[in-house]
């Protein structure tokens, strides 16, 4: 049973830094990404990284404001959040994905979920 533990989430104003991290016990992956859920609105992509390649990925809403990065020797993958916005409230969940070759920026391709964080910016 794969078990992904987060933290890092809290209360933030706008243009503030948050940084969650994510791991499951040294445990490494193909993919480790960041999503996140706001009130009243499907679950969107936000980064994701090929563990062993270290390619990353970013929606549009988040780049050059976010660094995803992975430490190897612990297993587990941050997500730096700069210049923080109140339209970036939301529960932000860690996934893991072990589809070797699919899109890492596709929730369908991960199968282990964290339980999820609170991301509160306030204006």
């Known amino acids: 049973q794969v078990q992904l533990v987060e933290s890092g989430g809290g209360l933030v104003q706008a243009g503030g830094s948050l940084r969650l991290s994510c791991g499951a016990s040294?445990?490494?992956?193909?993919?480790m990404g960041w999503f996140r859920q706001a009130p009243g609105k499907k679950r969107e992509f936000v980064a994701a990284?090929?563990?062993?390649?270290?390619?990353?990925y970013y929606s549009d809403s988040v780049k050059d404001r976010f660094t995803i990065s992975r430490d190897a020797a612990k297993g587990t993958v941050h997500l730096q959040m700069n210049s923080l916005k109140p339209e970036d409230t939301a529960v932000y969940y860690c996934?893991?994905?072990?589809?070797?070759?699919?899109?890492?920026?596709?929730?369908?391709?991960?199968?282990?979920w964290g339980q999820g964080t609170q991301v509160t910016v306030s204006s």
């Open positions: 996934a893991a994905s072990e589809a070797v070759g699919w899109p890492v920026t596709m929730s369908g391709n991960y199968a282990y």
């Open positions: 040294g445990r490494t992956f193909y993919g």
């Open positions: 990284l090929k563990w062993n390649a270290g390619s990353t």
